[in-house]
């Protein structure tokens, strides 16, 4: 999605976004590739990089005592955010609301964006895409100079905003780690 040549031999960094946050990485050693398991999703603080995000984080402190990426970044993430969008705008209404009270509420907001039945569901994609983007900001400073792949079950109902400014604009804010963002490639690949 990013213009780049990535490093053989370089770290790469997996974020796989789903019924919840999963992040792993891999070295090179010796031409071989040595995994490394990441738990930080459920320690890291949420980091909001704009003013909405930043809003986001004041709701989402008055539910929770401690906000990590998973929280926003994940299936029930997604119902954090539809909750946050609803709170600041129309009560929650129509078939989104009636799926989620009688179902899987990650399910029915990705089915409603999908179907562009509720303009809520699909700013909510756009929003989330942006998440996406900025979340690895740290992973780079291990040198993610291999690749960025975005994996789970989010990445393929949203691959349109990854490929859209949102997400780019995110992932390539970095401040002093934006040429290295800019140099190298992040992919989403579906096998």
Request: hydrophobic fraction near 40%; aromatic fraction near 10%.
């Amino acid at each position: 999605m990013n213009a780049g040549t990535a490093s053989p031999t370089g770290n790469r960094v997996l974020i796989s976004a789903g019924t919840g946050l999963g992040e792993a990485g891999t070295g090179c050693e010796n031409r071989r590739r040595v995994p490394a398991v990441s738990l930080r999703r459920r320690t890291r603080r949420f980091a909001p990089i704009n003013e909405l995000q930043i809003d986001l984080l004041r709701y989402l402190f008055g539910r929770f005592e401690h906000v990590s990426y998973e929280r926003v970044l994940s299936g029930p993430g997604l119902h954090n955010i539809y909750d946050f969008f609803t709170s600041r705008s129309a009560p929650r209404a129509g078939l989104v609301a009636d799926e989620i009270k009688n179902g899987d509420p990650a399910a029915a907001i990705a089915k409603s964006a999908a179907a562009g039945s509720a303009a809520i569901a699909a700013e909510l994609w756009i929003f989330s895409a942006s998440i996406y983007g900025a979340e690895p900001e740290t992973d780079f400073e291990g040198g993610g100079n291999g690749g960025c792949f975005y994996r789970g079950g989010i990445a393929p109902k949203i691959i349109a905003q990854l490929k859209g400014p949102a997400f780019m604009n995110a992932f390539t804010a970095k401040g002093a780690f934006i040429r290295c963002c800019r140099m190298f490639p992040s992919a989403y690949h579906e096998r």
